[in-house]
């Protein structure tokens, strides 16, 4: 297993701003403070320089997911792999690995057209979490066990079968779960883990999505941390996409919001660990234990 975590987003935005407000405000990220020439603006919810790079965009849209290798002769073993399967590979220069505090990164696409940024050697700055609205901590680690990364990304991916082949043959995760949702015949998602406990840093939608990416999910320690959140996300009148609710698979027990431009956010606390070795994959026909009532805007 070659990928150790997902380790960053870059989410073009049409209103910076109002992407900044919600994730210092409602999720209580903090603003890294960073300077770009580009006019980026970026999150932080650990010890890493940024988890989330927010970029200017005539609209809102996942620009590329950042995955973590352990070290330079894993990256550079997955890149090879690619390359001898023809995928495309195109190395990211000095200055833009610079960019994303990162040593080397590479970037590929998926069969489905998601754009995925491969790196090693995370430069890390120490600084410590100051959330503006007092979350103490985000679970990103796991005791003696290292990074988690930030949570997790749920791709679009028509191309079903070719994309999951992609990330088990080439880029080197784990299947978890295959999940068949109850109402939605047609649909399957995949889970894939990293070589780390969360029992999940990556899933597969089987269709498309106009923003390019379905979700993405960042956890907390405690449900109060959840039941706050809840409470700006009204204070703030973020929109709702889903009730509070517990998965099954992995034991998320979560709450989704819509950020400014529409990407849907799960705040989950609980979520399942899993030992990345020894894992066996299962297959789900239902989704939920209770709750997680969607409420999708337009949509009556």
């Avoid at 603003?31 to 940024?50: I, Q, S, W």
């Avoid at 990164?105 to 100051?130: C, H, I, K, M």
């Avoid at 015949?185 to 406990?197: E, L, M, Q, R, T």
């Avoid at 979700?215 to 703030?236: C, L």
């Amino acid at each position: 297993m070659s990928v150790a975590a997902s380790g960053y987003l870059r989410i073009a935005s049409a209103d910076v701003d109002a992407w900044m407000e919600f994730g210092t405000g409602v999720l209580g990220l903090m603003d890294a403070g960073r300077e770009d020439a580009a006019g980026a603006r970026f999150l932080r919810m650990d010890d890493h320089p940024f988890r989330f790079m927010i970029e200017p965009g005539e609209a809102d849209k996942l620009l590329a997911a950042g995955l973590e290798f352990p070290n330079q002769q894993a990256w550079q073993s997955t890149l090879d792999r690619l390359e001898s399967a023809g995928r495309s590979v195109t190395a990211g220069s000095d200055e833009e690995a610079s960019r994303r505090c990162v040593t080397q990164f590479a970037t590929t696409q998926d069969p489905s057209g998601n754009t995925l940024e491969l790196y090693w050697g995370r430069e890390l700055d120490y600084v410590p979490l100051v959330s503006p609205v007092g979350v103490q901590s985000f679970v990103t680690s796991f005791q003696q066990t290292g990074d988690l990364g930030f949570g997790h990304v749920v791709l679009p991916a028509p191309e079903f079968d070719a994309t999951a082949d992609f990330y088990t043959d080439l880029i080197g995760m784990g299947l978890t779960d295959t999940l068949y949702p109850p109402g939605m015949d047609g649909v399957a998602i995949k889970f894939y883990h990293a070589n780390n406990p969360r029992q999940h840093s990556l899933a597969l939608f089987s269709g498309p999505h106009p923003l390019g990416v379905v979700h993405i999910m960042v956890e907390v320690p405690s449900m109060d941390d959840v039941g706050a959140t809840m409470d700006r996300a009204k204070q703030a009148g973020s929109h709702f996409l889903a009730t509070l609710g517990r998965h099954i698979n992995d034991n998320m027990c979560s709450v989704y919001l819509l950020a400014p431009g529409g990407i849907a956010v799960e705040y989950g606390y609980d979520g399942l660990l899993i030992d990345p070795e020894t894992h066996v994959a299962t297959v789900s026909h239902e989704g939920d234990l209770w709750g997680h009532e969607y409420n999708f805007p337009g949509v009556n």
